[in-house]
C-alpha cells in the first residue's frame, strides 16, 4: 500500500462513509510507532517491551483486527529533552496511526501530549507519570503498567503491616522517583507509619556513595527506593558493599530487583519490593506466558514483557471494537474499557481514568527469583485525582 499517510485515510474514510461503504479497507497497514529506549541505563526494559508486543502481534498471525500491522521502532534513549522531535518524527514523517510508548516518565509528557492533541492512540507500557492518568487523562491515552504511586504505595503498607515504624525513601531525582516517594509516603501512614527523609541523585547517575553514607545516621529500620534497569543493579550492590544489608531493611517498587536479579547476585538475597507482577505467579496464562518468551527471545520474562505484551492486549481489544479504525477514538476507548485483560499479572480492568486496577504483591528476592510472598494490597487502583474525561 505504500506510504499512506493517516491524514489520507481519513479523508478516504469519510468519503466511503458517504458512499456507505466500510470505513477501514481491511488490508490497509496499521503503522505503530514503537518510542522506546533501546540504550542507556533503560535499554533492556525497552527490548523486553518490544518484544512481548510484538510477540502478542505475532500469535494473531501478523494482524490485529484483520489489518496488518507495521512496527516503526525508535530509540528515545530516555532522554526528555530528545523527546518532542522524537515523537513528531513519528506522527509527522512516519504518520502512525497508534503510539506505543515509552519507560521513563518524563519522555512520556510529549508522547502524551500528542495523543491528546492529535488524538492518536497512545498505549505507555511502562511509564508511571502520574499526570497522564490524572490530570492529564485522555479518551486517546491508556496504560498497561502502573502509576508511579501504586507499586510505593503497597510497599509502604506492607512495610507498616510488618511492624515498621520509620523509613527513608532514596531515588533518581526526576517524576517517577518523587512520585513514588508519595506513594510510599501515603502507604506507610495508612498503616501509622512515616516516612522521615528522602535523599535524591541525578537521573541516570549512579555514584550512590553520598547517600549511602548517611543511612546508618537516619535512625530508621527501612530503606525503600526507586532505581530500575543497569541503575538497580549498581545501588543493591553498593548498598551491600557499603555493609548496610543487614543493618536496615531494604526495599522499594519492585523495579529495584526487576529483570536484574541475576546481575545483583547474592547483594539482592532478602530485598523486599512490591509490584504489579511476580516471577512465580501461578496462573495458567502466567506460564504459557513465560515459556513462549523465553522461546522466542531465549530471556526471563519480567513486568516489562507483561506490560509489552498487555499493551498488544488492549489494542486488539479496542481495534475489535472500533473495527480495525484506530482514528475512531471513542470506539477504541469504549473497547477498552469494557475489556478485561487476561494478564500473565492476574485478569484487570482499566479504571476510568484508564490505568489498570491490579493486586500490588509483596515479593522476596530469594534464590535468583522475586517470590511472591503475599498481596500487599489487592485490586489497587490509582487515586485518578483531576482526571476530567468524561465518565472518569
Ligand atoms: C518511569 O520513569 O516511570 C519508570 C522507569 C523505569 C521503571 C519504572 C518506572
Redesign the pocket.
Known amino acids: 500500500m505504500g506510504q499512506i499517510s493517516r491524514r489520507t485515510i481519513l479523508a478516504g474514510a469519510a468519503a466511503a462513509v458517504a458512499l456507505g461503504r466500510p470505513a477501514i479497507a481491511q488490508a490497509a497497514p496499521l503503522k505503530v510507532g514503537m518510542m522506546l529506549p533501546f540504550s542507556g541505563t533503560?535499554a533492556a526494559?525497552g527490548e523486553n517491551i518490544a518484544s512481548a508486543f510484538e510477540l502478542l502481534i505475532a500469535e494473531n498471525g501478523g494482524k490485529l483486527a484483520g489489518r496488518p500491522v507495521t512496527l516503526i521502532r525508535l530509540d528515545d534513549e530516555s532522554d526528555p529533552a530528545k523527546a518532542p522531535a522524537n515523537v513528531n518524527r513519528l506522527t509527522e514523517r512516519d504518520n502512525v496511526d497508534v503510539l506505543l510508548g515509552t519507560?521513563?516518565?518524563g519522555v512520556v509528557m510529549a508522547l502524551v501530549q500528542a495523543a491528546r492533541e492529535k488524538q492518536i492512540p497512545l498505549f505507555i507500557p511502562?511509564?508511571?507519570?502520574v499526570a497522564a492518568t490524572r490530570e492529564l487523562c485522555s479518551p486517546s491515552v491508556f496504560r498497561s503498567s502502573f502509576s508511579?504511586w501504586q507499586p510505593a504505595y503497597g510497599m509502604g503498607r506492607a512495610l507498616a503491616t510488618r511492624g515498621v515504624k520509620k523509613a527513608a525513601w532514596v531515588t533518581w531525582d526526576y517524576?517517577?522517583g518523587k512520585e513514588s516517594g508519595e506513594g510510599f509516603r501515603d502507604g506507610l501512614r495508612a498503616g501509622g507509619a512515616e516516612m522521615t527523609h528522602q535523599l535524591t541523585v541525578p537521573f541516570p547517575e549512579t555514584n550512590f556513595q553520598p547517600i549511602l553514607a548517611q543511612i546508618s545516621g537516619l535512625g530508621v529500620e527501612a530503606v525503600g527506593s526507586f532505581f530500575?534497569?543497569g541503575g538497580a543493579i549498581q545501588f543493591v550492590k553498593d548498598y551491600a558493599a557499603a555493609g548496610l544489608r543487614d543493618k536496615v531493611q531494604l526495599c522499594g517498587s519492585g523495579?529495584l530487583t526487576e529483570g536484574v536479579l541475576k546481575p545483583q547476585g547474592a547483594a539482592a538475597e532478602g530485598i523486599l519490593t512490591a509490584l504489579h507482577y511476580g516471577d512465580g505467579l501461578d496462573n495458567a496464562k502466567n506460564l504459557a506466558f513465560r515459556a513462549v518468551f523465553k522461546a522466542k527471545t531465549g530471556r526471563d520474562a519480567d513486568v516489562y514483557a507483561v506490560q509489552g505484551y498487555d499493551a498488544g492486549q488492549m489494542l486488539l481489544a479496542g481495534l475489535v471494537a472500533a473495527k480495525g479504525d484506530a482514528a475512531a477514538v471513542q470506539a477504541l476507548a469504549a473497547g477498552i474499557r469494557a475489556a478485561k485483560i487476561d494478564s500473565p499479572r492476574g485478569a484487570f480492568t482499566l479504571s476510568a481514568s484508564h490505568n489498570p486496577v491490579q493486586t500490588i504483591w509483596l515479593r522476596q528476592a530469594k534464590d535468583g527469583q522475586n517470590k511472591v510472598i503475599g498481596a500487599a494490597v489487592e485490586a489497587l487502583a490509582d487515586p485518578g485525582a483531576g482526571c476530567k474525561m468524561a465518565g472518569a
Request: glycine letters at 14%; proline letters at 0%.
Open positions: 533503560y526494559l519507560v521513563h516518565s511502562n511509564a508511571g507519570n508511579n517524576a517517577a530500575a534497569g523495579f
